[in-house]
């Protein structure tokens, strides 16, 4: 069965912090890995990563992912109170069709 | 920039009622997916369509959801009769190419409280 796992589950920071939030996953037909950020609403799409080893950059947010070691980071540099979300991983699969396999999140709270 | 539309945003419903969810994809994607998040997880898929047809459905339960595409744009999602334990987000995405790594695109979901 496909599993993606996500940790810390939950994570409170104060701003100007910095944080990796981490993701494995088990997935057959790999593709692709992606990030999603969900405040009170639908998942807002953040980075698609499928190739090891090269950073994805936008502003204060990078990911990286190592294909290998079955991994991804996201990195958030300091850190805003409007970075408080649930950070989702998701793992796109599928030898046919493509789907994507949800991790269960991780909550960062910001602290001013 | 085009968006995913959904409706309603909320729903309150008495179980064993029927309920419907409605979703607009961005014009011109193919791929449309359902997905059901109960809080504290990851959405999980339901339904995925391409174009007007059913290409998994394998966690959708069938004998109370079903769904439909008819013409391959808007999709309904219906569940008859509601559980307690249908008490969820729905959200749909869609993607434009079916089978390839385009990114999903997701509308704002449809909250759903079962009493």
């Known amino acids: 069965e496909d599993k993606v796992v996500q940790s810390p589950l939950s994570l409170v920071v104060h701003e100007g912090d910095t944080v990796t939030l981490n993701c494995s996953y088990e997935?057959?037909?790999?593709?692709?890995l992606l990030w999603y950020k969900q405040e009170k609403k639908a998942p807002t799409f953040l980075f698609m990563l499928t190739s090891s080893g090269i950073e994805k950059k936008s502003g204060r947010l990078s990911s990286i992912l190592d294909k290998k070691e079955l991994f991804s980071i996201l990195n958030i540099t300091a850190t805003q109170t409007g970075d408080s979300a649930v950070y989702l991983c998701?793992?796109?699969?599928?030898?046919?069709?493509?789907?994507?396999?949800f991790g269960k999140g991780t909550k960062l709270s910001v602290i001013p | 920039e085009a968006e995913v539309a959904q409706s309603p945003r909320y729903k309150i419903t008495e179980k064993s009622q029927a309920v419907a969810f409605w979703c607009d994809p961005i014009s011109g994607h193919a791929t449309l997916y359902w997905y059901r998040q109960i809080l504290g997880q990851g959405p999980e898929l339901l339904v995925q369509f391409q174009d007007e047809s059913v290409v998994d459905d394998s966690q959708l339960p069938k004998d109370r959801f079903s769904a439909e595409r008819l013409k391959g744009v808007d999709s309904t999602l219906k569940i008859q009769p509601a559980e307690l334990g249908d008490s969820a987000m729905y959200l749909c995405?869609?993607?434009?190419?079916?089978?390839?790594?385009?990114?999903?695109?997701f509308g704002p979901g449809t909250r759903l409280t079962v009493l």
């Open positions: 995405a869609s993607s434009a190419n079916w089978g390839t790594s385009d990114t999903q695109y």
């Open positions: 998701a793992v796109g699969n599928g030898a046919g069709s493509y789907q994507l396999t």
């Open positions: 997935v057959t037909n790999f593709r692709s």
